[in-house]
């Protein structure tokens, strides 16, 4: 079973920064495409970005677009997410997913497995 673990979370100021990191449990992740989904309070879980099996070919949700950055080391077995320019609308709990699909969708019905979560908390 597929296991994975995201750290990273926490509260920070509008227009801050913070980098989610997501630790899998496979010794081939690159069999895996990869996606950071989120929920916020009293919404349905979104997409936000995604990354292909090698890492060539990413997508974003349009309201992080130029603002969040995902990226993949196999080798280490970690996705990341790198967030800038931070909006209070972008709190949330941030989840790290994973499939073997080539077909790479950034929606969570796309995924098969999940972490647990880390909440993000845009506030001054």
């Known amino acids: 079973q597929l296991q994975l673990v995201e750290s990273g979370g926490g509260l920070v100021q509008p227009e801050g920064s913070l980098r989610l990191s997501c630790a899998v449990s496979?010794?081939?992740?690159?069999?895996?495409?990869l996606g950071w989904l989120r929920q916020a309070p009293g919404k349905e879980r979104e997409g936000v970005s995604c990354?292909?099996?090698?890492?060539?070919?990413?997508n974003y949700a349009d309201s992080v677009k130029g603002r969040f950055t995902i990226f993949r080391n196999n080798a280490k077995k970690m996705v990341y997410l790198q967030m800038n320019s931070l909006k209070p609308e972008d709190t949330a709990i941030y989840y790290c997913a994973a499939d073997r699909s080539v077909v790479l969708r950034c929606i969570p019905g796309a995924y098969t497995y999940w972490g647990q979560g880390t909440q993000v908390t845009v506030s001054s």
């Open positions: 990354i292909s099996k090698g890492g060539g070919r990413t």
């Open positions: 496979d010794f081939t992740l690159d069999n895996y495409s």
